[in-house]
């Protein structure tokens, strides 16, 4: 039996960014769910079970560092991925408040399956044999066994 699509929330204010992520996952048995708005990221939350967060820092209006106090002051416990093109610059800041490398994803994306590996991790998802369909699919299974 396949697993539910985990609901993977991705905000980011730059369009293209949201297009290939909510594209990939939707190939890769994802539901995402994507807002360029980030003051809309709380009201969405209430709306949809989200599994996960994908979540921009530097945005318009609402940056992700925002985000994340506002989560922690309303006791929301979903796992959160930051995805910046600035992590060099962020790092001090992030490890400040609890966020290692590992829940980093960096842009410009370059490799999906390391993108997979982390939310995999991040959502304790084992890939199922009915699931398997590619190469990558494959050593997950393998190393899942």
Do not use: C, W
Request: proline content about 3%; glycine content about 2%.
């Amino acid at each position: 039996m396949a697993q539910k699509p985990s609901t993977i929330l991705i905000v980011d204010d730059d369009r293209t960014v949201i297009d290939t992520l909510s594209s990939h996952f939707r190939r890769r048995n994802y539901e995402p769910i994507a807002t360029a708005n980030a003051v809309m990221v709380e009201e969405i939350l209430e709306d949809f079970e989200v599994q996960l967060i994908l979540l921009d820092l530097r945005m318009d209006r609402l940056n992700g560092y925002e985000i994340l106090r506002r989560l922690s002051e309303k006791n929301i416990t979903i796992p959160v991925l930051i995805i910046t093109a600035y992590y060099a610059d962020e790092k001090e800041k992030l490890a400040k408040i609890g966020i290692q490398q590992e829940d980093v994803i960096e842009k410009p994306f370059r490799d999906f399956s390391k993108i997979e590996e982390k939310i995999n991790r991040k959502l304790s998802r084992v890939v199922l044999p009915d699931e398997v369909g590619s190469d990558y699919e494959d050593e997950i299974y393998y190393l899942n066994r």
